[in-house]
């Protein structure tokens, strides 16, 4: 592997295997299924180590970041402690836990020495490159904090109240349902609404089949 990252290459990964290594965490190191979901009880079997770090944002504008050396996650040290941003931060440690998954192979011969390398480094990867492995591990963040089962289960709840008040019958695109429908769920999953909006859209939930 290279260490000039404009030469970086990122691996095929679909949305469906990216799923399935989520199950498979989930499953293995969260077995309770309770929502919503510490990610950060999902590290430590791994291996990994989570660490506050001081104006991690100023220096990379991420809210967190799985380090070269693959043992360590670092997480904004203000958000973290910030009590409106815990479903922000937790997306963003299982963001980094799906690098840590998906990518730790083509990541391994990449180690920085300092945080500011490894931010620079990563700034490099070409965009079309960087976009694929972001969205994998979006993905499988996504999938991780958000098992499709109980998703379904709350969404078709959801369903039934939105019906009940009829905004299905002035809201003919389906959008401000939607909105209305996933903000409820997405505090049963610690997530934000947005999320919960872009994993009924992938798990083919919405918009509803009529």
Do not use: C
Not at 26 to 36: A, C, E, F, I, M
Not at 92 to 110: Q, R, T
Request: charged share 30%.
């Amino acid at each position: 592997m290279t260490t000039d990252p404009t030469k970086f290459k990122a691996p095929f990964i679909t949305k469906e295997d990216a799923w399935k290594k989520a199950d498979q965490i989930r499953q293995k190191h969260w077995p309770s299924g309770d929502l919503p979901i510490e990610v950060e009880m999902l590290l430590w079997p791994l291996g990994l180590k989570l660490v506050p770090f001081p104006s991690l944002r100023d220096a990379g504008d991420v809210d967190a970041l799985l380090l070269g050396d693959l043992k360590t996650i670092i997480v904004d040290n203000q958000d973290y402690f910030n009590d409106k941003k815990q479903n922000r931060i937790r997306f963003s440690i299982a963001h980094e836990l799906g690098h840590f998954v998906l990518h730790s192979d083509i990541f391994k011969n990449l180690a920085h020495k300092t945080i500011k390398e490894w931010i620079k480094f990563i700034h490099l990867i070409p965009e079309t490159e960087y976009s694929f492995i972001e969205y994998q591990a979006y993905e499988f963040a996504g999938r991780l904090l958000v098992p499709s089962e109980r998703l379904e289960k709350e969404f078709k709840q959801s369903i039934r109240k939105a019906k009940d008040a009829s905004f299905f019958s002035w809201d003919k695109t389906g959008d401000a349902a939607l909105g209305i429908i996933s903000t409820p769920i997405s505090r049963i999953f610690g997530v934000s609404s947005e999320v919960i909006e872009k994993r009924l859209r992938r798990e083919g939930f919405w918009p509803v089949k009529q």
